[in-house]
């Protein structure tokens, strides 16, 4: 409020009018503060503050509508709102010693989004060049089950995977560990995914770097940008997924496992590999991969 302001300038001399005018007051407003300078409403205000600050010191622990109702049984004429009891609460900072506001914490920017380097051009022409991967889920009656993979571009092989009954990053740093460790040198390999908050993780980063790759991102919402991935899960699907129920997650585990080591790799044949299996395409194309894997 500007008048007390006003008051004081008009003590050292300065005319009110003058005053008024350079802080775009208008007069009137102003003398009739100057005849009432508290209204009614401050000064009902102010007695109610004080009656909840003797009721907030008899008893710290209780919150605002404890208090709300203190101040009505101690005045019966008195009829005050628990919203307007909050209010003078949070103005003064009266809280409840079991119930303090928590302040909010600071957030941690997340990391960047890699670029999209594959722009879905899913070839490559020698292996560990281009790996591709992604998280799906299904539910057995224990709860989810979540698998991620990884997939070299060049056969088509699943070089890597992690199960888990929770999707967390360390389920994508699962699977990379794996797939490096089946392929050895995979320094310039590209992983390209979609821009789940997994993959963006710092522990995906950190792994990313700790074996010389390269990360690449599809689009948002655009499903396109890593199709040759999803049509893998696509299979897993129907051959395994939607095939019965599952009690367990174990029995679900297994049948997964056991569906990509010997069936997708050693017996469906590929129509872009020749009719061959993802194995028999490698080890006809570059035997010593698939004698080191």
């Known amino acids: 409020m500007m008048y007390p302001l006003v008051r004081e300038l008009a003590d050292d001399g300065?005319?009110?009018?003058?005053?008024?005018?350079?802080?775009?007051?208008?007069?009137?407003?102003?003398?009739?503060?100057?005849?009432?300078?508290i209204t009614d409403a401050q000064l009902d205000e102010a007695y109610l503050a004080n009656a909840i600050c003797d009721a907030h010191r008899d008893d710290p622990e209780f919150g605002y509508r404890f208090l709300a109702d203190e101040v009505r049984r101690a005045d019966e004429h008195a009829e005050v709102s628990d919203r307007v009891v909050w209010r003078i609460c949070r103005d003064h900072q009266w809280w409840s010693v079991f119930g303090k506001p928590k302040r909010p914490k600071a957030s941690i920017p997340g990391t960047p989004s890699h670029d999209d380097l594959v722009r879905r051009d899913f070839t490559a022409e020698a292996p560990n060049q281009l790996w591709l991967s992604d998280i799906t889920e299904h539910r057995t009656k224990e709860g989810k089950l979540y698998v991620c993979a990884i997939k070299d571009v060049f056969s088509n092989r699943i070089v890597g995977w992690a199960i888990d009954e929770r999707m967390k990053a360390r389920l994508v740093v699962a699977a990379i560990e794996m797939a490096a460790a089946r392929r050895g040198d995979v320094a310039g390999c590209i992983l390209h995914s979609d821009r789940g908050s997994q993959f963006r993780a710092?522990?995906?980063?950190?792994?990313?770097?700790?074996?010389?790759?390269?990360?690449?991102?599809?689009?948002?919402?655009?499903?396109?940008?890593?199709?040759?991935?999803?049509?893998?899960?696509?299979?897993?699907?129907?051959?395994?997924?939607?095939?019965?129920?599952?009690?367990?997650?174990?029995?679900?585990?297994?049948?997964?496992?056991?569906?990509?080591?010997?069936?997708?790799?050693?017996?469906?044949?590929?129509?872009?590999?020749?009719?061959?299996?993802?194995?028999?395409?490698?080890?006809?194309?570059?035997?010593?991969?698939?004698?080191?894997?």
């Open 14 to 37: 300065i005319p009110v009018t003058v005053s008024c005018r350079v802080l775009g007051l208008a007069r009137a407003p102003y003398y009739r503060w100057l005849d009432c300078p």
């Open 202 to 293: 710092r522990k995906v980063h950190r792994a990313l770097a700790r074996h010389g790759m390269v990360g690449s991102m599809g689009q948002v919402g655009s499903a396109g940008d890593n199709a040759a991935m999803e049509s893998f899960f696509a299979l897993l699907q129907r051959n395994v997924l939607d095939r019965r129920s599952w009690a367990t997650r174990d029995a679900l585990r297994i049948e997964i496992i056991t569906w990509i080591e010997r069936t997708y790799h050693r017996r469906r044949r590929q129509q872009r590999l020749g009719r061959l299996t993802p194995i028999e395409y490698e080890t006809i194309m570059t035997p010593q991969t698939a004698t080191a894997a």
